[in-house]
């Protein structure tokens, strides 16, 4: 009479196999810099957003960028005009965000023809900027 293998022979064979199958194979590492791209482009509703609190500087005014109630856009506020503090908001992994005017409530968009416009919604592609931090 032939003798079945026991349990515990048989979990090590597989066990065995599983290790040779692990040495063996040959896998390319993950490249990060293109899941960093393709994360980039699509916009997060899952993660945690980054929220900071900034003034935008216009050296072309000399003066810092403002989002009036009339809903418009412009770099003629004084340093510390409450209307000049921007709350700038993740939108993705990456480096696109969205800026409003925390006395507002107004997001900086452009419009078709280029020009900074404020809306209520922020969601819009028309409202997101790639951001981008250069060292001094």
Do not use: W
Not at 29 to 38: A, D, L
Not at 48 to 59: D, F
Not at 88 to 95: I, M
């Amino acid at each position: 009479m032939r003798r079945l293998p026991s349990r515990l022979s048989y979990l090590f064979l597989h066990f065995f196999a599983f290790c040779y199958y692990a040495q063996v194979t040959n896998q390319s590492p993950p490249n990060f810099t293109q899941h960093v791209s393709e994360q980039s482009k699509v916009t997060d509703r899952v993660s945690r957003r980054l929220i900071r609190t900034y003034q935008l500087y216009s050296r072309t005014s000399g003066k810092h960028v403002q989002v009036l109630p009339n809903k418009k856009i412009n770099a003629m506020a004084e340093d510390g005009d409450i209307h000049a503090k921007l709350v700038v908001e993740t939108d993705t992994f990456g480096s696109r965000v969205r800026i409003k005017g925390a006395e507002t409530g107004f997001y900086i968009c452009m419009n078709k023809m280029g020009k900074l416009i404020g809306k209520k919604n922020g969601q819009g592609r028309d409202c997101i900027f790639s951001e981008i931090v250069l060292e001094r």
